[in-house]
């Protein structure tokens, strides 16, 4: 059986970043905190049947650039979410187009399950095939294909667009400086 470890923990929800001493006085004074275990680097996807699937726990999937890695050997994306706690406010549905990007830049199919938010099937270019009602026990059915290949972003992650940003700041920087008058 095969398990995959949250990478990508949310501060405050699922550690507390306070050093260890603050923990200690946390523990005998009995105030509550969650601290997971993070789990490590380089997962391999997961086994299923034929397929081989690239896991996100919730806001996981917001760090495309922790996916890469996976998507050499995956052929489909499946993220799982507890969205409850943005209750019937828009921000379930800002993490659904999160997810959806994520199926765009990767050329694969995204699975979502949310308990409370937005569960769906999600093709390569980012389109919703399939959507389950909310706030109901539903059954989602659809059809996903194995893909592989991989996109320019899941080649060269974030480092393109850093590196233009870089080059615009020091371009911005450099014409500045030809342009202030002395004095």
Known sequence: MAF????HLVPFAEYFPVPAFVRSWLRLLSLPYSDFNRGRKGQPPLAVADLRVAATICYEDAFG???IDSLRSANLLVNVTNDAWFGRSPARFQHFQIARLR???SGRYL???A???VSAIVGPKGEVLAEA???RPTVLQG???PLS???PYARAGNAPVVALGLFGVLFAASRGRRWRRPG
């Open 143 to 145: 059809t996903v294909r």
């Open 4 to 7: 995959y470890d949250k990478r």
């Open 115 to 117: 308990n409370d938010g």
């Open 103 to 105: 199926a765009l830049e």
């Open 149 to 151: 290949g991989l996109t």
């Open 65 to 67: 650039s922790e996916q």
């Open 111 to 113: 699975v979502r399950a």
């Open 133 to 135: 009602a909310e706030y």
